[in-house]
C-alpha cells in the first residue's frame, strides 16, 4: 500500500535507491542490519523500482506497485 519492508540475507551496509518508470529517482539512502522500511504514502500509485547495493557492489533489483 504506501509502506516499503525490505529484510536482508546478511546484517550489513546497503544503499536504497527508489525510481519511478520515468527513471526519477524519489529515495536515495543508506540502512543498516538486517532489515529496512520506508514510507511512501506521499508518492503516486504506480510501479517503482527499487535498487538495492551492498558493500560489494553488488545489486538487486524489485519491481513494486504502490496501490493507497
Do not use: Q, T
Not at 503516486?44 to 533489483?61: A, C, Q, T, V, W
Amino acid at each position: 500500500r504506501g509502506h516499503i519492508d525490505v529484510g536482508f540475507e546478511e546484517n550489513g551496509a546497503y544503499y536504497m535507491e527508489i525510481y519511478n518508470m520515468a527513471g526519477e529517482m524519489l529515495v536515495s539512502e543508506e540502512a543498516y542490519g538486517i532489515s529496512w522500511g520506508k514510507d511512501l504514502n506521499n508518492v503516486p500509485d504506480g510501479m517503482y523500482l527499487l535498487r538495492i547495493i551492498n558493500s560489494d557492489h553488488k545489486f538487486e533489483l524489485i519491481k513494486f506497485i504502490i496501490r493507497h
